[in-house]
């Protein structure tokens, strides 16, 4: 058994403060797919139950814009702003 830990994509989406219920991130991911690299190796996904884990790289799209993440923490709950903000570092600006 694996000690790295991990959440699922849609909870983590949701804590990380980029949709506003955990729903809109499930919706979104099945529906548009998100892209995670670890190890590495990129692939793209339309599962809301993925595992990610810190150190995984997603990119997804929101709008208009194209949002490049990594992972820093998987949180505990859904925070404030700043906590939500330290989950994750955003490695490219908006496209």
Known sequence: MSETAT???DIW?????FFKTRGLATDHVKRKGVRISRGGQTR?????GLAISVG???TFGRGEHIKTIQIM???ERRGPAEEAQALYRLLENDV
Request: glycine share 6%.
């Open 13 to 17: 989406l949701w804590r990380a403060r």
């Open 44 to 48: 793209r996904s339309d599962k809301a």
């Open 73 to 75: 923490d998987l949180g």
């Open 56 to 58: 995984d790289v997603v």
């Open 7 to 9: 959440v699922r994509l």
